[in-house]
């Protein structure tokens, strides 16, 4: 299985190095010397890292046979791709490849079906399943322990407890609606009602 690791960026200096997005969590597995890796466009590769340094924040690689500065920029946006082995799994217990997240079934801890994975999207602050319902429509779900209880692989499911309104917007509104009515019913408490210090 070819999963994208990285994006190449700029050319960094005038001696064929290169600034790289990095799209994995094991770069030092994935973007060591000695890594071969394809590319998109195909025509650029394969590509063999020689060195790799960390330099401002942004790791920088040096490809064998790209030795100066327009060599690198011909590089640019190109993606490094690595062949990964689909029964393989990331070196902490709670983290997955996104592979192993597709098409995953999405169940309430109750069991009831949500979905089903589609695409899994990833922003600076977390990742975000996106989830196809049964009726065809779409949700997202943050992918953070509390809303994502469990994930079994070998179940094909992931269970959730998401916070009101996550997976169903009208059951949020309509509760929000009944609360209002009751209280516009209730005679008047004076000060007797503490308000919500949150």
Do not use: C, W
């Not at 200096?13 to 600034?19: D, F, P």
């Not at 190109?78 to 902490?92: C, F, H, K, Q, S």
Request: hydrophobic share 40%; charged share 30%; proline share 7%.
């Amino acid at each position: 299985m070819q999963l994208v690791v990285a994006r190449i960026g700029r050319a960094h200096g005038i001696k064929g190095e290169v600034t790289v997005e990095v799209r994995t969590d094991e770069p030092e597995l994935r973007l060591g010397p000695g890594a071969v890796l394809t590319t998109d466009p195909a025509s650029a590769g394969p590509l063999t890292i020689e060195t790799g340094r960390v330099h401002s924040g942004r790791l920088l690689l040096r490809f064998e046979g790209v030795r100066d500065r327009t060599a690198a920029e011909a590089l640019r946006n190109t993606l490094l791709i690595a062949d990964v082995d689909p029964a393989e799994l990331p070196e902490e217990p709670d983290e997955y490849y996104d592979h192993q997240l597709m098409d995953l079934d999405v169940v309430l801890a109750d069991g009831t079906e949500v979905g089903r994975i589609t695409e899994i999207t990833h922003l600076p602050s977390q990742d975000l399943f996106i989830v196809e319902r049964p009726d065809g429509s779409e949700v997202m779900i943050p992918f953070v322990g509390q809303i994502v209880t469990e994930i079994d692989l070998e179940a094909q499911r992931a269970v959730i407890d998401p916070p009101p309104g996550l997976i169903d917007d009208r059951a949020e509104i309509a509760s929000a609606r009944d609360e209002e009515t009751e209280a516009s019913e209730e005679p008047a408490k004076g000060a007797d009602h503490a308000g919500d210090a949150g």
